[in-house]
């Protein structure tokens, strides 16, 4: 069986990531922002939460009580063992996009919601 190359160097992502400085991730502020809107819109309250991102300081910090997971290939991340599941900027870095939302939707419960905030639209259009 032929295995597809890995499209994402990981080792170089890591160095990459660990000189990322603080102000470096207006994105994902931004996104945390979305969320936390999103969120007090929904009449919920989600106690079992899991992010899933390469930043894990970041979103720890934004949301304390989270379970936070690296984005690796398999996620650590049991089944039905949460209400809800917040994949932050991470998928366009997945060598399988389609297996992490696999994953993340298998470790959601039956009621449980996905919010997942990766770049869309038009982001990659040149000019």
Same mark, same amino acid.
């Given at each position: ?20 400085? /603080? ?57 039905? /063992? ?21 994953? #993340? ?12 905030? #990766? ?9």
């Amino acid at each position: 069986m032929n295995q597809q190359p890995a499209l994402t160097d990981r080792a170089t992502l890591t160095r990459h990531r660990r000189r990322a400085m /603080s102000d470096a991730l207006f994105l994902h502020a931004a996104l945390a922002d979305e969320v936390d809107e999103r969120l007090r819109e929904i009449n919920r309250t989600f106690t079992d939460v899991a992010i899933v991102t390469g930043h894990p300081a970041f979103w720890q910090n934004r949301f304390p009580d989270a379970m936070v997971v690296e984005d690796a290939e398999t996620l650590a991340l049991e089944t039905q /063992s949460r209400d809800l599941v917040i994949h932050a900027m991470a998928l366009h870095w997945a060598n399988d996009p389609v297996g992490q939302l696999v994953q #993340c939707r298998r470790a959601l419960r039956p009621d449980g919601l996905l919010l997942a905030g #990766c770049f869309g639209g038009q982001t990659l259009q040149e000019e």
